[in-house]
């Protein structure tokens, strides 16, 4: 039966996280995005974040992004400069084609940081692409 169930591959989406200015708190802070860089509209997302070392762990974050037009960018969370250290994880689900596509992407341990930037797709901004 396993071998009837069909999971597709998730393609021209990404999580990713960007450094911005916050007027509220008057910082530069972590920004974490989901990024929709499809043709197409993606609807229910649906985003579960979670961090942890060898022996601390964040609470489980979930949260409903709704639709998510094509070539468009959606905030998900502040990450805290305490837990740029973590293993940060990330898993998405979403429905396009008539289908159930679910992702998982991680931040390494401090592979968000100022050295690692890269030009990202979609927001026209630098930042770190989560593997």
Do not use: C, H
Not at 41 to 66: F, H
Not at 71 to 80: C, D, G, L, M, P
Not at 93 to 103: H, M, P, S, W, Y
Request: net charge negative.
């Amino acid at each position: 039966m396993r071998k009837d169930i069909e999971i597709p591959q998730a393609k021209n989406i990404n999580i990713v996280a960007v450094k911005e200015w916050d007027e509220e708190l008057a910082a530069n802070l972590w920004t974490v995005y989901f990024v929709n860089n499809k043709e197409e509209e993606i609807d229910t997302v649906l985003v579960m974040s979670r961090g942890n070392t060898e022996d601390k762990t964040t609470t489980t974050l979930r949260r409903n992004l709704g639709n998510v037009a094509p070539k468009s960018f959606v905030k998900v969370e502040f990450i805290s400069d305490e837990v740029l250290g973590f293993t940060n994880e990330y898993l998405v689900t979403f429905f396009a084609e008539n289908k159930l596509f679910e992702q998982k992407f991680i931040f390494a341990p401090n592979s968000i940081s100022d050295e690692k930037l890269k030009a990202l797709p979609v927001l026209e901004s630098k930042g770190i692409i989560a593997n």
